[in-house]
């Protein structure tokens, strides 16, 4: 992240006037977060710059106890006004607070992981070079063919940083940054037209590279043209990665200690039991290499740990925060969130040792599932029922067909893991914390005509 000396001096310096001027108030234990990010995008169309945005955030919280109860306070500005703000937030918060059920604010673990998701060199990437892998992007997909028309060409970059301080003796800081472009365009042949669409994302301009995001784009458009329905009934259906992904991402609340300990999950007191086919493993693991959600604590200062939600098949592990894994009595399985909430870090099904042409073989007749739409319209994240727009490709004779489109896919969430019959050797994270490989399942309800 740019930032120059005296901002690093200003947000250390205000941080530790802040824990002091709480302490001065009576307030003990104290914590201060702060996150700090920088996002650069720039937007091309048509050969032409079309939009160009950078930005800077920065929030900063300070919770404290006073009394019995923990208040909280917050600010966008690091000024001696805010710190005054702030301790007087803290201590009228904590007097509105009516439940016993808070965050607790704790010492150090012992000992916490090393974890790399920042690439210096990726901060001395000009806004030009930017600028010139969108024009680049745009120039090749305009040339890949003539029924192409380019839509919007984006290339993005970020990078963060969150620091988390207490007044028992926590320090911690972690940072990240990433760079991302994506394509999108039309294709039309007589009568027909359909859309394409290509992701990458990395540390570096090499991991997005101009002809893999525009021959991408191309490809997906011109594979699309010439779709049809297929008839309606329950079929094998293998679902792509990134598709697989978006399910996974959809339903993860269902891992949640807070979901399960609110009646909001299937999954409560189920920890032993098997959930899913003995091919399906699930792994959150928040010290991945490069992982857009590495951190090596979470947002209560516990260290973080890879851990199996899912193990051959079975459940392991709901994720926890503190005050979760104390009802559980259990630990914390440092995925706290912030404000009581609970998230993953990295979450993915292992992949298996199986491409995705011997998936689309052993189907015989059925549907590769390619994209999945209407998520949160038609997905509930508690009884698992799903019945989503959808398009791909039908298979037949285990070789795909044809495209389709304008089908629907129906199913349970639940019932899907455990109908796993294969699972492919294709992990991807498209630009998400939540990745996946394809997989086969054993039936699926579409309808078509």
Known sequence: MNKDASKDMSLSEFSARALEAAAQAGIAPAEIFSNSSETFSVRVRGGKLEDYKVSDRLSLTLRGRVGERIGTASTQALDEESLQLLVAGVR???????????????????????????????????????????????????????????????????????????????????????????????????????????????????????WDVADGCAKDALEKLGAVRMA????????????????????????????AQKGLSLLSGKEGETIASPLVTITDDPLMPWG?????????????????????????????????????????????AGAGRIAPSNLFIAPGDRPLSDLIAAAGDGLLVTEVSGLHAGANPVSGDFSLLARGFEICGGEI??????????????????????????????????????VAVRLLNIAGE
Request: hydrophobic letters at 35%; proline letters at 4%.
């Open 292 to 336: 857009l959600g590495s951190s090596p604590f979470d947002r209560e200062g516990a260290a973080t740990e890879k851990k199996h939600v899912v193990e051959g098949g079975v459940l392991k592990t709901l994720l926890h925060n503190r005050k979760t894994a104390k009802k559980a009595g259990t630990k914390t399985t440092g995925n706290a």
């Open 92 to 210: 009228e918060s904590a007097e509105l607070i009516e439940t016993d059920e808070q965050d607790d604010i704790l010492p150090p673990d012992p000992a916490y992981s090393a974890v790399c998701n920042y690439s210096e060199a990726l901060d001395d990437v000009s806004a030009g070079d930017k600028i010139a892998l969108a024009m680049e992007i745009d120039k090749r997909l305009s040339a890949a063919d003539a029924r192409i028309q380019p839509d919007a060409t984006v290339v993005a970059s970020s990078g963060e940083e969150t620091i988390l301080r207490n007044s028992l003796g926590l320090s911690l800081s972690h940072r990240s940054n990433m760079i991302y472009a994506y394509a999108s365009c039309l294709v039309k042949e007589g009568s027909q037209a359909a859309t394409g669409f290509k992701l990458l994302w990395g540390y570096s301009p090499e991991d997005v590279k101009p």
């Open 232 to 259: 309606s009934g329950a079929y094998p259906v293998v679902i792509r990665n990134n598709a697989m992904a978006d399910l996974l991402s959809t339903f993860c609340g269902v891992f949640s200690a807070d979901n």
């Open 401 to 438: 067909r044809r495209a389709v489109e304008q089908i629907t896919v129906a199913g349970n969430f639940y019932q899907l893991l455990r109908d796993v019959t294969a699972v492919g050797d294709d992990l991807l994270f498209e630009g998400s914390p939540v990745g996946c490989p394809s």
